[in-house]
C-alpha cells in the first residue's frame, strides 16, 4: 500500500516556503498552505510569532523552516486536507498515489480524482476489461476497486495511467494560462509537476 511520507516528501519538493505573491490566487502562502484559502490552519498562529520575534533580524523563513511545530502542522495539513481525502493508505501503486497526491494539492482533489477516473476508462479496452466508472472526482469504492483490477490485468504496469493523468494535468495548465495569461509566470513550475511522477 501507498506511503504518505514518500508522497509528501516528493511534493514538498514543489511547495515552497515563505510566499506572498500578489499574482498568486492563494495570497500568502507556506508549503502551498494558503491564507486566503485556510485561514484557520493552526500554523499560521505559529508563524505569527516567529514573525515578530524575528522580525528584526530578517530571516524569519529561514527559521519557519527549521521550526519543528510548523513542520509538524504542514504534515499533519497535508494528510488530512488531501492524502486521507483520497484514501491514499489504501492505493495499492505507490506511484499512482503521489500523482494523485500531488495533483490534488496542486489544483484539487475533485479534478485529481477526474483525471484518474478518465484514465481508467480510457484503458479498459470499450469496457471489455472492465466498465466504465462514473468520471464525478469522488475516489470512492468503486473508483478502488477498479484502479486495483486494472493494476492486476496491467501486471502493476501503471505508466500507461500515469501519462494520461499528466496529460490531463497539463493540458488544464495550457487552457488555464491561455484564460489568465498572467498566469504563465508559473509554466515552468507546472510542468515540472507534470513530467515529475
Request: proline share 3%.
Amino acid at each position: 500500500m501507498a506511503d504518505f511520507k514518500k508522497a509528501f516528501i516528493k511534493t514538498m519538493g514543489h511547495e515552497g516556503g515563505y510566499v506572498y505573491d500578489p499574482d498568486d490566487a492563494g495570497g500568502e502562502t507556506y508549503r502551498g498552505i494558503s491564507r486566503r484559502f485556510h485561514p484557520s490552519w493552526e500554523g499560521w498562529e505559529i508563524i505569527e510569532k516567529i514573525k515578530k520575534i524575528v522580525e528584526k533580524r530578517n530571516d524569519f523563513r529561514a527559521v519557519i523552516d527549521i521550526n519543528h511545530e510548523v513542520q509538524s502542522a504542514v504534515r499533519e495539513f497535508y494528510r488530512e486536507h488531501y492524502w486521507d481525502r483520497f484514501q491514499g493508505d489504501l492505493i495499492p501503486a505507490q506511484e499512482i498515489a503521489e500523482e494523485l497526491f500531488d495533483t490534488s494539492v496542486n489544483m484539487g482533489i475533485h479534478r485529481a480524482v477526474i483525471f484518474l477516473q478518465q484514465g481508467l476508462n480510457l484503458l479498459n479496452r470499450n469496457q471489455k476489461n472492465y466498465p466504465d466508472i462514473v468520471e464525478d472526482g469522488d475516489f470512492g469504492p468503486q473508483t478502488l476497486k477498479t484502479l486495483k483490477i486494472y493494476l492486476k490485468l496491467e501486471n502493476n504496469d501503471h505508466s500507461s495511467l500515469l501519462t494520461i493523468m499528466n496529460t490531463l494535468q497539463g493540458m488544464h495548465y495550457i487552457e488555464y494560462m491561455r484564460d489568465h495569461p498572467e498566469q504563465e509566470k508559473y509554466a515552468r513550475g507546472w510542468f515540472k509537476r507534470v513530467a515529475h511522477i
